[in-house]
């Protein structure tokens, strides 16, 4: 079937010759090479015709799909930095964003604008709950009026039908947090015409996780959806060591024929502002009235004991206060990572959980702060890795060198998980690894024709030393990229040479069968 094309000169765009090619779908890795036209892989194995416009010898190198992170917020930031570099040079040829119920609306507006411009990098979005009803229904802590929950609905369909990939929840933020599981299970059937997928940031990731769980699974079940549970943790010390938390309701589940999958960070501290910390009724009715609400001593005082129940106390004796730091903040950039024992003392203050509270809120009412909370077990962490159903995601967004202390995630969650659980630790295999950055999440999501190497695919490619694949992000450094990195290909170009981004754009968008029903 090839014969017609050799007539015209070189049969291939490029050639990769010689790599140890990990296909993505967890089988043994096999010496071969990969010949590519265009935007596709036309032939794989032993590529004899050597007329390309471009061979690459990758002797000693590991040739994998490229990696998809289904877990990221790179709608933020990706208009104002389009390289994207922080996941194209991990290796990452596909983001998803729009996760934890939150989206830039309306998405048509994004997409359009990101088809302007050209991006590095292939881009979906999730629909997000807490943008919908923010929309609708503002910071109102009650249920939706009829006429509310029919606006909520025909702005998801309106969404799903710009491409949205599906219906993100983020149920411990504003305004998600005011939402009952009724609301969420109606909302979500908008999505299941366009096969679309419900992933949530559940309401609890400590002692109530397996309810939060069994609500997620709740609304996927009701509607015959696909349910991604995100950034899976035991996130607090009282529940370490119980993964049987997480297990039992997913597996019950997927008995009763329920596709359930999860995705994770490999890192034992997570990343979000405070607001998380509070409870949720300080902020019923907007900020100006949280403002309002803490000038009275009462409310004060409550909200105070919630943060440092919530946030600060420990049933195995660890100082919480060494273990949350600040990474960014407009009003408190002096205190950018340092945690809060630090700035406490460096204020002349005891480092006692009473001052860490008054903290916080003094934090929160003058802008607030981005976060890092080291509050997971290292044990879990690799237990929750190793189930079959978890994929690997870094809930990070698009980042700009050297601005805030973000989170490490960032830049390192791939090679991270590459270097130090595969090769040093041996928690995964590099084949099962490679499975869960690649034809897992593209499975799940749906993202036809890619996450494997075989003929036909998208070809989106990720080509790197093993022995030297590594992170270097860190949590007091973390504007680091990785090394060891050799090529990455993005729909057939190069996206990175020699661990170089080449500032091509040859992303696409990545839109949901709704698209061709919206036009
Ligand atoms: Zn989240």
Redesign the pocket.
């Known amino acids: 079937m090839f014969l017609a094309m050799s007539c015209g000169g070189q049969s291939y765009d490029l050639v990769i010759k010689n790599g140890l090619i990990v296909d993505g779908t967890g089988e043994p890795a096999y010496t071969g090479d990969i010949a590519i036209r265009g935007n596709r892989i036309v032939e794989i194995g032993n590529v004899k015709d050597s007329r390309a416009a471009e061979t690459i010898d990758v002797s000693g190198l590991i040739v994998a799909p490229g990696f998809i992170d289904v877990h990221t917020h790179c709608d933020r930031g990706i208009k104002r930095v389009p390289t994207v570099d922080n996941y194209i040079l991990q290796g990452v040829t596909t983001v998803i964003g729009g ?2 119920g939150g989206h830039p609306f309306p998405l048509a507006e994004l997409y359009r604008d990101l088809e302007k411009e050209g991006i590095s990098i292939n881009f979906g979005c999730l629909i997000g709950h807490n943008t919908i009803r923010r929309e609708v229904m503002e910071y109102k802590m009650e249920a939706p009026t009829k006429e509310e929950m029919t606006e909520m609905k025909s702005l998801i369909d309106q969404e799903m039908r710009a491409g949205g990939l599906g219906f993100s929840t ?1 149920l411990s933020y504003l305004p998600g947090i005011y939402s009952e599981t009724e609301e969420l299970v109606e909302l979500a059937s908008i999505i299941a015409p366009y096969d679309g997928i419900y992933a949530s ?1 559940i309401r609890d990731q400590a002692l109530l996780i397996t309810e939060a769980i069994e609500e997620a699974i709740e609304v996927g079940e009701k509607n015959g959806l696909t349910v991604q549970i ?2 899976i943790k035991l996130a607090d010390d009282s529940v370490w060591g119980e993964i049987e938390r997480i297990t039992k309701p997913v597996e019950d589940a997927k008995a009763r024929g329920v596709k359930v999958f999860l995705d994770q960070y490999p890192y034992t501290a997570t990343s ?1 502002g405070f607001t998380s910390s509070f409870p949720s009724w300080a902020f019923e009715g907007g900020r100006d009235q949280f403002l309002e609400r803490i000038k009275k001593p009462g409310i004060y005082k409550k909200i105070k004991t919630y943060i440092i129940e919530r946030r600060l106390a420990s049933t195995k004796g660890i100082n919480k206060l060494e273990t949350v730091f600040i990474a960014n903040s407009r009003n408190y950039g002096e205190y950018e990572g340092k945690n809060l024992q630090d700035i406490l003392l460096s204020r002349g203050l005891e480092p006692t959980v009473e001052n860490g509270a008054d903290l916080i809120i003094e934090i929160e009412k003058n802008g607030g702060a981005s976060c890092v909370f080291f509050q997971m077990d290292e044990k879990d962490v690799e237990d929750l890795m190793k189930l079959p159903y978890t994929m690997h995601g870094s ?1 990070g967004s698009v980042q700009e060198i050297g601005r805030g202390v973000p989170h490490p995630r960032n830049y390192g969650t791939f090679p991270r998980v590459i270097s130090h659980y595969v090769r040093e630790k041996g928690v995964l295999s590099l084949e099962e690894a490679v499975r869960k950055m690649t034809s897992l999440p593209a499975d799940v999501f749906k993202l036809k024709n890619r996450g494997k190497l075989k003929e036909g695919m998208y070809a989106d490619i990720c080509i790197f030393d093993l022995e030297n694949f590594k992170d270097k992000a860190t949590f007091s450094d973390p504007h680091q990229y990785s090394e060891g990195l050799a090529y990455v290909i993005v729909n057939g170009e190069f996206a990175v040479k020699n661990n170089t981004h080449t500032n091509r754009r040859s992303g696409m968008i990545l839109y949901g069968s709704g698209k061709e029903q919206g036009e």
């Open positions: 996760n934890c983020g940031h995100s950034h979000s809930d």
